[in-house]
C-alpha cells in the first residue's frame, strides 16, 4: 500500500495521475446529476404511473400491469439503485411517451441543437471580440455607450428577443422562415436571440481584462518598439484578456443550455431543449435522465478542454500543479 | 560630432490640472550618457516618455522645441512617432518582469523590434536574435529566446529587455529606472552592459533616483525637483559640489550615515539554532543561528532568493522550520500553544516593504490602527486614545485618523505601518524591507524614526534589506545570506571594512560608490551656476 502511495506520489505520475484525478471527479459529476434530477421529479406533483396513463381511462388491472412493468411498485431507492445501474452500463432505457430507445431519441434531436449552441457562441465570441478591441480604453463617450448598450443586452429576458426578431424579421418582412431547422436561414434568427446576452456580458468583461491589460508596463513597452495600437491589442493585451473569458466561458455553456429550451419551443426547432421540456411535462423519467447525463457529459467535456485552452493561452500554469 | 539626437526647450506636460513637467529644456548627443535624477514624482519618466511621443493618456504637452533628429517631432503623427520608436530611440523600463509580456517568449519581443523595422531580412530574425541575447551576456541564448521572462532571473530578464531595445540599433537608449528592482551584484553587471553600448556608440538618457548609479556612467546630470529642472552640469561636478540644496540633500541621503543610538544591549531576546526550512531540493534556511539581543538591530543581507524572508517568516512563527528552532524570550514557538503564541505574536511584530499590501484599502487609519490595539485587549473607549498616541509616537498628526491608505504618501503609509507594529507593545520588530519602496528622502525620515523608537522602547530589529548601505547604517551586527546559509555574521562596522569571505567582498564591491564630496557651498542656490556642459559638438 505504501510503495503504491509513493508511486502515485512521484513526479514520474504527474501527468496520469492528473487525467485520473480528472476522470474520477467527472464521474462524480455525472453522478451527481442523475440523482439531483431523480430527486427532482419525484418531488414534483402527479405521479408517474398517471403521467403514463394520459388522460385515457384504464381498468385497475391494466393500471396494475402497467405499475409492474414500469418498476413504479418498488421503493424509491431501488428505482434508483436500478436506474444508476442501468445508466452505469451506458443503458438510458425506453420513453415513456414516444416508444423508442431513449439513446435514439437523443441522437435524433441531439444535431440540432449542437448546430444553434454552436452558432450562437461563435456568433457571441466573434461580436464581443471586436466590440471589446474596438471600445477598450477609448473616450468616455464610447465606453458609456457601449456599456450601456451591453447593459440593456444582459438585462433583455431571451423569449422576448425571440420573439421580436420573429414577429419583425419573420412575419413582417419574411426575410428568414418563423419555424423549423431547414438550411442556414433557420438558424439565424435563434442564433441570434440566444447570443445576445452572453456577447453583451462577454464584452464587459473582455473590455474590462483588456483594459487592465493595456496598462501594463509590458504594454508601454511594445509601444515603445513602435507597434502601432492595434498591434499592441491584438498581439499583447488580447491573449491577457482571455483568460478571465474562458471562466466565463464555462459558465455561458450552461447559461446556453436554459437558453436552448426557450428558443426552441419559440421557433418551433427540433432539438434537446424542446425533448426534454415535454419529457419533463409528461414525467418520461428515462428521457428526462437521459438528457440530463448527456448535457452534464457535455458540460463536463467542455471544461475539460477549457483547462487545456487555459495552458495554451497562458503557458505559465504549465509548470504549476 | 553632429547635431543633438533628441533637443528639447520649454517642455510642459500637464495631466488634466497637475502639472508634471514644467519649462524643462535639455539636449542629448550622439555617444553622451545624460542622466536625469529626482525622486518619484519629480517629472522624470514623464520626461523621458515624452521624448518619445508617449508621455501617457490625458497628457497635454507643450514645447518650444521638440526635435529628434533635428526634425520638429511636435508634428508628428502616430506614424512617424511609430518610426522613431524602437529604430532611433530604444526604451528601457524599470522592472522586466512587468515590461515584457509574460505570456510570450522572450525571444519573440525581440523579433517583433526588428520584424517591425525590417531591420534584417526575414530570415536572418531568428540568428539575429539569438545574437543578440549573446551580446547582452545572456548564457545560452538559443534556449533562453525560447523561455517566457518568468523562467528568467531579474538579470537576465533586464538583459532581455535591453537586447529587445537596442535590437534596431537606435541612437539612443532611454533607460527609466533600469537597475531598481536588481540586486546590487546583478546592478552593476546591467550598468556595465549599459556602458559597454555607450562605448559603441549609443547615446543614453538614464533616469534614475539613485546618485550612486548615475555617478558610474552619466557625462551629465540634470536633477529635477517638482517638474523643473533645478540642476544641471557635468556629473563630476554636480556629484561632488551639488549647488542645490536638493541635490546636496539627495547627495547626502545617498551616502548615509550611521542611525544607530546609543542604547544598552541586553540579553538575547530571539535566539534560532539550526534553522532548516527546505522548498523541494532548495533549501530557503539552512543550518542558520543567530540571536538577536534586547535592544540589538541584526541586519540581514544578501542577493534575492538568498532566504532573507524566509528567516523573516520563521523568526515570526509564520513559517515551522524543519529543523532546529526559534525561541522567542527564552521560549521556543515549536512547544507553544495556540493561545501562548498568540500571546507572544504580540512580542514580535513585522513591517513590510509594501505597506499598500499590507493594509484593507477598505478600512481608514483609525481602523487599521484600533484593530491592532484590540489584540492588547484594550476596552473600546481607550482605543481611539491609543491610536493618537501611536500616531505622535510615529511623528503623524490626529488629523490622518480618517485616511485611508491610497490617500496617504509612501512616507505616512510606512509610518502607520510601524504604529500598527507598535500597537501590541512589541520587543522585537522584523522589518522586511522596511524602506525599499521610498524615496531617499522619505527613506533617511523613516530610518531616523526606527532608530529613534528603537531607543524610546528599547526595541530589537531584525532588519532585512537587499540595500547595504541602508543596513550598515541602522544595524549593529550584520549577517550575510547565501543560498539560506549565513556566510559571516558580525559587527556591522567590521564585516564592511574588513569582510571575511569571497561573497561579501563581492557584494560589496557592487555597490555602487559616489565620488569623494568636495566642500562645495551647500545651501545656497545661484541660477548663474547652471552650467551647461561645454563640450557638445
Not at chain 1, 501527468?15 to 446529476?33: D, E, I, K, M, N
Request: hydrophobic fraction near 45%; proline fraction near 5%; charged fraction near 25%.
Amino acid at each position: 500500500m505504501k510503495t503504491l502511495w509513493r508511486h502515485w506520489t512521484s513526479p514520474r505520475f504527474r501527468v496520469p495521475r492528473a487525467v485520473l484525478v480528472r476522470l474520477g471527479t467527472s464521474l462524480l459529476v455525472l453522478w451527481g446529476a442523475v440523482t439531483v434530477a431523480f430527486a427532482a421529479l419525484h418531488l414534483t406533483p402527479g405521479s408517474v404511473e398517471q403521467a403514463l396513463v394520459g388522460p385515457n381511462t384504464i381498468t385497475p388491472q391494466a393500471r396494475a400491469e402497467l405499475v409492474t412493468e414500469y418498476g413504479l411498485d418498488e421503493p424509491l431507492p431501488v428505482q434508483y439503485g436500478r436506474l444508476v445501474g442501468r445508466m452505469a452500463r451506458g443503458d438510458l432505457g425506453e420513453s415513456y411517451q414516444l416508444h423508442q430507445p431513449v439513446a435514439e431519441a437523443l441522437g435524433s434531436q441531439l444535431g440540432p441543437s449542437l448546430q444553434l449552441a454552436g452558432a450562437a457562441m461563435a456568433l457571441a465570441v466573434a461580436a464581443s471580440l471586436t466590440l471589446a478591441l474596438l471600445t477598450a480604453g477609448r473616450g468616455r463617450l464610447v465606453r458609456g455607450l457601449s456599456s450601456g448598450i451591453e447593459l440593456v443586452g444582459v438585462s433583455i429576458p431571451t423569449f422576448w428577443t425571440a420573439i421580436v426578431l420573429l414577429t419583425v424579421l419573420s412575419f413582417q418582412r419574411g426575410w428568414f422562415p418563423a419555424a423549423g431547422a431547414d438550411g442556414v436561414t433557420a438558424l439565424v434568427l435563434p442564433a441570434v436571440a440566444v447570443a445576445v446576452p452572453l456577447t453583451a456580458l462577454l464584452t464587459q468583461l473582455l473590455r474590462d481584462s483588456l483594459e487592465l491589460a493595456l496598462d501594463e508596463p509590458f504594454v508601454l513597452t511594445a509601444r515603445a518598439r513602435g507597434l502601432s495600437d492595434l498591434a499592441v491589442r491584438l498581439r499583447h493585451a488580447l491573449r491577457h484578456a482571455l483568460l478571465p473569458a474562458l471562466t466565463l466561458a464555462g459558465w455561458m455553456f450552461g447559461a446556453l443550455v436554459g437558453a436552448l429550451v426557450v428558443v426552441e419551443e419559440i421557433f418551433a426547432r427540433p432539438g434537446l431543449g424542446r425533448l426534454v421540456l415535454t419529457a419533463v411535462e409528461g414525467k418520461d423519467l428515462p428521457v428526462v435522465m437521459g438528457a440530463v447525463l448527456v448535457t452534464a457529459a457535455l458540460y463536463v467535456a467542455v471544461n475539460i478542454v477549457l483547462d487545456l485552452l487555459y495552458l495554451v493561452v497562458d503557458p505559465r500554469l504549465r509548470g504549476a500543479r | 560630432m553632429s547635431g543633438p539626437l533628441v533637443e528639447v526647450a520649454g517642455l510642459s506636460v500637464a495631466f488634466d490640472a497637475t502639472r508634471a513637467v514644467r519649462e524643462v529644456s535639455f539636449a542629448v548627443h550622439p555617444g553622451e550618457c545624460v542622466a536625469i535624477v529626482g525622486e518619484s514624482g519629480s517629472g522624470k519618466s514623464v520626461t523621458a516618455r515624452s521624448l518619445i511621443g508617449l508621455a501617457g493618456e490625458g497628457a497635454a504637452v507643450r514645447a518650444a522645441a521638440l526635435r529628434v533628429d533635428g526634425r520638429d517631432a511636435r508634428a508628428f503623427g502616430d506614424r512617424q512617432w511609430r518610426a522613431v520608436r524602437g529604430a532611433r530611440i530604444g526604451f528601457v523600463l524599470q522592472d522586466a518582469l512587468v515590461s515584457l509580456d509574460p505570456l510570450r517568449p522572450v525571444g519573440r519581443e525581440i523579433a517583433e523590434a526588428l520584424r517591425l523595422h525590417r531591420t534584417v531580412p526575414r530570415t536572418e530574425v531568428g540568428a539575429r536574435v539569438v545574437e543578440l541575447l549573446r551580446d547582452v551576456g545572456v548564457p545560452e541564448p538559443e534556449l533562453r529566446a525560447r523561455q517566457r521572462p518568468h523562467e528568467l532571473s531579474g538579470g537576465l530578464r533586464q538583459r532581455a529587455l535591453i537586447a529587445s531595445a537596442i535590437a534596431c540599433r537606435p541612437a539612443l537608449l532611454i533607460a527609466d529606472e533600469p537597475t531598481t528592482a536588481l540586486d546590487v551584484t546583478v546592478q552593476a553587471q546591467i550598468l556595465d552592459l549599459l556602458a559597454a553600448r555607450k562605448r559603441d556608440g549609443m547615446a543614453l538618457l538614464l533616469i534614475s533616483h539613485d546618485l550612486g548609479v548615475v555617478a558610474r556612467i552619466a557625462d551629465r546630470v540634470l536633477v529635477m525637483k517638482d517638474g523643473r529642472i533645478v540642476e544641471e552640469g557635468p556629473a563630476e561636478r554636480v556629484l561632488t559640489r551639488p549647488e542645490h540644496p536638493y541635490t546636496a540633500m539627495l547627495r547626502e541621503a545617498a551616502d548615509p550615515r550611521p542611525a544607530r543610538p546609543a542604547v544598552r544591549i541586553g540579553a538575547p531576546v530571539v535566539w534560532a539554532r539550526g534553522l532548516v526550512k527546505a522548498y523541494g531540493a532548495r533549501r530557503a534556511a539552512d543550518d542558520v543561528s543567530f540571536e538577536l539581543r534586547e535592544g540589538e538591530t541584526l541586519g540581514v543581507v544578501g542577493e534575492s532568493g538568498s532566504g532573507k524572508t524566509t528567516l523573516g517568516r520563521l523568526v515570526l512563527g509564520l513559517l515551522r522550520p524543519d529543523e532546529g528552532e526559534v525561541l522567542i524570550e527564552g521560549r521556543p514557538w515549536r512547544d507553544m500553544s495556540a493561545r501562548e503564541r498568540r500571546a507572544v505574536r504580540r512580542r514580535v511584530q513585522v513591517v513590510y516593504q509594501d505597506p499598500l499590501g499590507s493594509f484593507d484599502p477598505r478600512f481608514d487609519v483609525r481602523r487599521i490602527l484600533e484593530e491592532a490595539i484590540a489584540v492588547s485587549g484594550l476596552p473600546r473607549p481607550a482605543r481611539r486614545d491609543r491610536a493618537v498616541e501611536l500616531l505622535e509616537q510615529v511623528g503623524l498628526d490626529a488629523g490622518l485618523l480618517d485616511r485611508r491608505p491610497a490617500r496617504l504618501s509612501g512616507g505616512q503609509r510606512q509610518r502607520v505601518a510601524i504604529a500598527r507594529a507598535l500597537a501590541t507593545r512589541p520587543k522585537v520588530i522584523v522589518c522586511d524591507e522596511p524602506v525599499s519602496a521610498l524615496d531617499v528622502s522619505v527613506q533617511a525620515q523613516v530610518l531616523d524614526l526606527l532608530a529613534r523608537l528603537r531607543a524610546e522602547l528599547g526595541l530589537s530589529y531584525l532588519f532585512i534589506s537587499h540595500h547595504l548601505g541602508v543596513v550598515r547604517q541602522v544595524s549593529d551586527r550584520v549577517a550575510v545570506l547565501k543560498d539560506g546559509r549565513i556566510v559571516e555574521v558580525g559587527d556591522v562596522e567590521q564585516v564592511f571594512t574588513a569582510p571575511r569571505t569571497d561573497y561579501t567582498r563581492r557584494l560589496l564591491a557592487a555597490i555602487p560608490r559616489l565620488p569623494e564630496q568636495q566642500g562645495g557651498d551647500h545651501g545656497t542656490h545661484h541660477d548663474g551656476g547652471r552650467v551647461r556642459s561645454a563640450d557638445h559638438g
